[in-house]
């Protein structure tokens, strides 16, 4: 079998936990070469590099370094950067996962450059087009090649936009391939005592969404949540540097430093934020990694959204949308208190850690 060049984009947080997949099964694929590709998007230790030590992966063979910008001037930077790369080391197919900046640029320059993307977690929809990474996902997909999706509704949405039935593939989910992996050395962790709580006995929040931190009013409406939340379960919240930039300037910072029951991390690394989600009585989030990988740990989610592009975690998983419906969210909150929330997780069909074998099989054979 001919040897096939395949190049692995990634360059933010959640991409790294989903490269980490292919990477740990290459062996078994000897007739490809993944060159790992960073862009840079995400640069901070804690955004980062803790990540490539976490999940054992390569150092990459091509670092953008691109940095923070305004979208427009971020993906650029990445298109020109990923470019002259391409122009020297030209890849057979160019790979990319989820629905980030890095994503997008490095698709548009394969696209153009006659090289086949490869989309990983393609199909995905909120129907949101004010989501900055629903653009990137109906952009990416349009110019995919072969789309891998994670979940059935992908393809429910990929033949509406009628990309065709033959590039598709369901495959799984390669982020909870790397969940199952890790999960025995998450144990080991009891990273929750390190705030003097035990399992189970407290709320886990994370908050990253320009529509969640950017707005000082919605911000205000929230932290004040968090705080009603508090006095019910004890909370760690884990700041995005976007959220606690936005904190500080919306001066809620120290609201939430000066209550008791609240603790504020800096970003987690993987294993500690595996380690606080898998012992959480709740985990009150806006990321879409956390929606699913609740639902695969049987751990309560209530996510702070109107939409999910994952639909599949409040169908079979254990997520409750709460669009803004506090008494939803006390309701629910309620119900976790008295063990008798209602969404119970199942099994979510190809969750089985196998999806980054299935992906290089396909390529291989492709
Ligand atoms: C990006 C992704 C989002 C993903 C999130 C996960 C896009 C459009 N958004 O959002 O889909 O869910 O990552 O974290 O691609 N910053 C640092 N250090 C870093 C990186 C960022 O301090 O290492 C700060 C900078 O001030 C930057 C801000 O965080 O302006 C936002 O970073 P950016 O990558 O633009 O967007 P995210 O909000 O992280």
């Known amino acids: 079998m001919k040897?096939?060049?395949i190049d692995i984009v990634a360059g933010a947080r959640p991409n790294f936990m989903k490269v980490a997949a292919l990477?740990?099964?290459?062996d078994k694929f000897p007739s490809l070469t993944l060159r790992l590709v960073h862009t840079g998007q995400h640069y901070d230790e804690a955004m980062s590099d803790v990540?490539?030590?976490?999940?054992g992966l390569p150092k990459p063979e091509c670092h953008l370094g691109v940095g923070s910008d305004t979208h427009a001037a971020q993906t650029a930077q990445i298109m020109t950067g990923y470019e002259g790369w391409v122009n020297e080391n030209r890849p057979d197919i160019c790979l990319v996962v989820g629905d980030v900046n890095s994503t997008l640029a490095c698709s548009l320059v394969a696209a153009k450059m006659g090289i086949p993307v490869a989309h990983v977690e393609a199909g995905l929809r909120s129907f949101d087009r004010t989501m900055p990474e629903e653009v990137n996902r109906v952009v990416t997909d349009s110019i995919s090649e072969l789309m891998f999706v994670t979940e059935p509704s992908g393809l429910l949405n990929l033949a509406r936009e009628g990309?065709?039935?033959?590039?598709?593939?369901?495959?799984?989910?390669?982020m909870i391939d790397t969940l199952l992996r890790k999960v025995p050395e998450a144990k080991t962790r009891s990273f929750y005592s390190t705030f003097g709580l035990s399992a189970g006995e407290?709320?886990?929040v994370t908050l990253h969404r320009p529509a969640n931190v950017d707005d000082p009013k919605v911000l205000a409406e929230i932290v004040a949540q968090i705080d009603w939340l508090a006095h019910n379960i004890p909370?760690?919240?884990?700041?995005?540097?976007?959220?606690?930039k936005q904190l500080q300037q919306a001066g809620l910072y120290k609201t939430l430093q000066s209550t008791p029951a609240i603790q504020l991390t800096e970003p987690l690394s993987y294993l500690d934020a595996l380690s606080l989600t898998m012992n959480a009585k709740v985990v009150v989030t806006d990321s879409?990694?956390?929606q699913e990988e609740t639902s695969a740990l049987s751990v309560p989610c209530l996510t702070l959204r109107d939409t999910t592009e994952r639909p599949i975690t409040i169908t079979e998983g254990t997520n409750t949308l709460i669009s803004?419906?506090?008494?939803?969210?006390?309701t629910a909150i309620a119900r976790i208190n008295d063990n008798c929330y209602l969404q119970e997780g199942s099994a979510i069909p190809l969750w089985d850690g196998k999806a980054g074998e299935r992906i290089l099989r396909i390529l291989e054979e492709m």
């Open 235 to 244: 909370v760690v919240f884990a700041l995005h540097p976007r959220t606690k």
């Open 202 to 204: 407290y709320a886990f």
């Open 288 to 290: 879409g990694g956390l």
């Open 163 to 174: 990309r065709p039935s033959s590039a598709i593939h369901l495959v799984g989910h390669v």
């Open 324 to 330: 803004g419906d506090w008494d939803l969210f006390r």
């Open 23 to 26: 990477f740990a099964v290459a």
């Open 51 to 55: 990540f490539f030590r976490d999940l």
């Open 3 to 5: 040897n096939k060049i």
